[in-house]
């Protein structure tokens, strides 16, 4: 009799333990879903990152040939202007 009581005692500890590792994998199972929720939120923020950062990349690069232009024009009109200067004072 105490045989049989000392192995359903070793069952029943058996049995705690296993419930307290199915509880602990469900904690678990639970903390990995949250973070691949914040992952998940992390990939949006960072694909919506990089398409802000393309379209200031595109504004940028367009506004730079825009300047690169005028810049042009303006050192044309100012070697116009220093070389009419210098044809009038020539006389």
Do not use: P
């Amino acid at each position: 009799m105490t045989d049989l009581s000392d192995r359903l005692d070793r069952i029943d500890v058996k049995l705690d333990k296993l419930s307290e590792a199915v509880s602990q994998l469900a904690r678990i199972e639970e903390r990995i879903s949250h973070q691949n929720d914040n992952m998940h939120q992390l990939d949006a923020k960072l694909s919506d990152m990089e398409s802000r950062i393309r379209t200031l990349e595109l504004q940028g690069s367009s506004r730079g040939v825009l300047l690169a232009g005028i810049e042009r024009f303006g050192w044309l009109a100012i070697s116009a202007l220093v070389g009419l200067a210098a044809f009038f004072f020539k006389k």
